[in-house]
C-alpha cells in the first residue's frame, strides 16, 4: 500500500484530518513531518481542558504519521525509531490521563522489542535506553526502593553498551537520587567518569565530585548580601546553617520556596541562620520573588547565574540545592530539598 492512499484511508476514518499531514511520495519527506511533529502540540490553551484537548489531538496526530511510515517503509531504518516514539506516545498519554496500564503496556512493548529478532544488535542500545528512561521516570515505591531500582537500571545499561555514549550520562543521573548515600554517589560518578567522552559529562561529574569531598567537611566561604553585610561561614559557628542554593528565573526553585518559607517558620529559631544564593542574572527577579514570599534572610547576589562566586567553587550545578550545616559548620548533607525540617531539628539537639 503506497504512503499516499494509506493517509487517504486514514483520512476517511476519521483518525486524521485531510488536512492535517502533507502527503508525501519518499520516506525522507515523511520523516520530516514526524520529525517536525516530534516539538509537540502548537496552540496556545485557554484552560486546561483546552491543553488536555490539543494534547490528545497531537497524540492523535503523531500516531498517524508514525503508523503511517511504518506500513508505507517497513525496511527503512527509521520505523524502528517510528517504534520506539509510539511507545513514548503511549506512555505519555497514559501518564496524562492517568492511566497506569497504559504506561505498562507501552514497557512491556519495549521489553518485546529488547527480546525481537528482528532488532538489529547495533539498535538494541536504543530500544533498552528508550526503556530505562521510562521506567526511571515511572518507578515507585519508597524512596530507597526507587533509588536501588535506578542504580541497578543505570549500572545494567552500562554494562551491557559500555561504548554508549549514554551509558556514563545514566550513570550520572542516578548518582543524583544518591545525595544521602555519598558512596554509591561517589561509586557511580567514578564509573562515568572512565566511560565519558564527553567534555560537558565531565565537568558535570567534576561538580558532582567536588561536592561529595565537601561532605563532612567544615565550609569555607565569606561573601557580600544584597542587604550590605558580609556573610562568614565561620563566624556563624554556633548555629545550624541552611544554605540555599536557588535562583526566581526557575519555577521549581519558586514553587519550593513557598513550601519552604511555611514550613521553616514552624521550626524553633533558635541556633538556626538561613542563608541564600542567588544563582539569578536578572536582579529584577529576585526582588520581586523577595517582595512575594516576604523573605527576611541574607541573600548573596553577582548576576553571573550558574558562574555565581559562591556556588562555583562549591560545584553546584543543580537548584533548589539546600546545604545544611551543624554547629561546627560541618556540612552534613548535600542536598536535603525535601528532608530539611528533620535534618534541622536533628542537628538542633546536637551539642
Known amino acids: 500500500m503506497s504512503a499516499r492512499r494509506f493517509r487517504q484511508i486514514l483520512a476517511l476514518l476519521g483518525l486524521l484530518a485531510a488536512d492535517a499531514l502533507p502527503v508525501h511520495a519518499d520516506a525522507n519527506s515523511d520523516w520530516a513531518v514526524i520529525v517536525k511533529l516530534d516539538a509537540g502540540p502548537t496552540g496556545a490553551p485557554t484552560s486546561r481542558e483546552d491543553a488536555l484537548r490539543l494534547a490528545h489531538e497531537h497524540f492523535a496526530r503523531h500516531r498517524a504519521a508514525l503508523n503511517a511510515f511504518i506500513a508505507a517503509y517497513p525496511n527503512d531504518p527509521r520505523a524502528l525509531d517510528a517504534q520506539l516514539r509510539l511507545t513514548s506516545i503511549r506512555a505519555a498519554a497514559g501518564e496524562m490521563d492517568k492511566k497506569p496500564t497504559e504506561v505498562q503496556a507501552a514497557l512491556l512493548e519495549l521489553m518485546a522489542l529488547e527480546k525481537s529478532k528482528t532488532v538489529p544488535r547495533t539498535r538494541l542500545p536504543d530500544v533498552a535506553f528508550r526503556r530505562i528512561s521510562l521506567q526511571m521516570q515511572t518507578f515507585q515505591g519508597r524512596p530507597d526502593e526507587i533509588r536501588e531500582a535506578v542504580v541497578t537500571a543505570a549500572r545494567n545499561f552500562a554494562a551491557r553498551f559500555p561504548d554508549d555514549k549514554r551509558a556514563p550520562r545514566l550513570l550520572v543521573e542516578a ?177
Request: some cysteine; charged content about 30%; glycine content about 4%.
Open 175 to 351: 548518582a543524583t537520587q544518591c545525595d544521602d548515600t555519598p558512596r554509591v554517589m561517589r561509586d557511580l560518578l567514578t564509573s562515568a567518569q572512565l566511560l565519558s567522552k564527553e567534555p560537558a559529562l565531565d565537568a558535570r561529574i567534576a561538580d558532582d565530585q567536588r561536592r561529595l569531598n565537601a561532605l563532612d567537611r567544615p565550609v569555607k566561604a565569606r561573601f557580600g548580601t544584597i542587604q550590605g553585610g558580609i556573610i562568614d561561614l565561620a563566624a556563624l559557628r554556633g548555629n545550624v546553617v541552611v544554605l540555599l542554593f536557588w535562583a526566581a528565573e526557575s519555577p521549581p526553585s519558586l514553587l519550593w520556596m513557598r513550601e519552604f518559607r511555611d514550613a521553616i517558620a514552624k521550626i524553633p529559631p533558635e541556633a538556626l541562620r538561613v542563608v541564600m544564593v542567588s544563582l539569578d542574572e536578572n536582579r529584577k527577579d529576585l526582588d520581586e520573588a523577595i517582595r512575594l514570599f516576604d523573605l527576611k534572610w541574607p541573600v548573596n547576589f553577582d548576576g553571573k547565574g550558574w558562574e555565581n562566586a559562591v556556588a562555583r567553587p562549591l560545584g553546584i550545578n543543580a537548584i533548589p540545592t539546600v546545604w545544611i550545616l551543624d554547629k561546627k559548620g560541618i556540612l552534613r548533607t548535600l542536598n536535603a530539598r525535601e528532608s530539611y525540617d528533620v535534618w534541622i531539628r536533628r542537628l538542633q539537639r546536637e551539642r
